[in-house]
Structures are given as C-alpha cells and as structure tokens.
Nanobody
Framework: QVQFVESGGGLVQPGGSLRLSCAASGFIFTYYGLGWYRQAPGKEREKVADIDRRGNTNYADSVKGRFTISRDNAKNTVYLQMNSLMPDDTATYYC?????????WGQGTQVTVSS
C-alpha cells in the first residue's frame, strides 16, 4: 500500500525558511518522479515543484528561485527547501507522483507564513 508521510511544516514569519520532508513507502521509489503540491483554503491544489528519476527539477513560477526540491533514494524521501517564504505560501503541502493522480494523497503538512 502506497503511503506518504509529510512533515516539517509549521508557523514561520515572512522571509523565513522551512524544510519539508515526505517519506514514501509501498512502491519502488527510484522508478518514479515525485512532486510537491499545495492547497490553500478555497483554492485548487497546485503543483509547486517536481523531480524526475534522474534528478531533473521543475518549479512553478511562483516559487522559482525560492524553493528547492531534492530526493534521497536511499531514504525513500523527497524534500522541499523553502526560503524567503511569503504569506501567499500558506497552504497544506503534499507529495505525490509527477501527476497528481499517480497515488493517493497523504495527510499533508501545514505551512503558515504570518507575522
């Protein structure tokens, strides 16, 4: 059974940083590209970053230059380093495959950017 456990969220002031982690299980991690998604209250879920099997990355324009996605295949974990956080980054963050429909969603981790 595929499972994602996201962690690392919290309350941070504008301009601050957080590092999110997503521990994956139930599938062959190295076979799949992975993505970080977020959903703010009243908004559609959107992909903010992804990383393919070879480590090539893509970012949404809204986070480019501020967020960095990475993966550790030995730990079956994907990370999202978030710097220069802004109030508009407030959302619940999730991981999944390159397509949002690849796997079922985990619980997510809440990120709140506020002074």
């Amino acid at each position: 059974q595929v499972q994602f456990v996201e962690s690392g969220g919290g309350l941070v002031q504008p301009g601050g940083s957080l590092r999110l982690s997503c521990a994956a299980s139930g599938f062959i991690f190295t076979y799949y590209g992975l993505g970080w998604y977020r959903q703010a209250p009243g908004k559609e879920r959107e992909k903010v970053a992804d990383i393919d099997r070879r480590g090539n990355t893509n970012y949404a324009d809204s986070v480019k230059g501020r967020f960095t996605i990475s993966r550790d295949n030995a730990k079956n974990t994907v990370y999202l380093q978030m710097n220069s956080l802004m109030p508009d980054d407030t959302a619940t963050y999730y991981c999944n495959g390159l397509a949002a429909t690849t796997f079922n969603w985990g619980q997510g981790t809440q990120v709140t950017v506020s002074s």
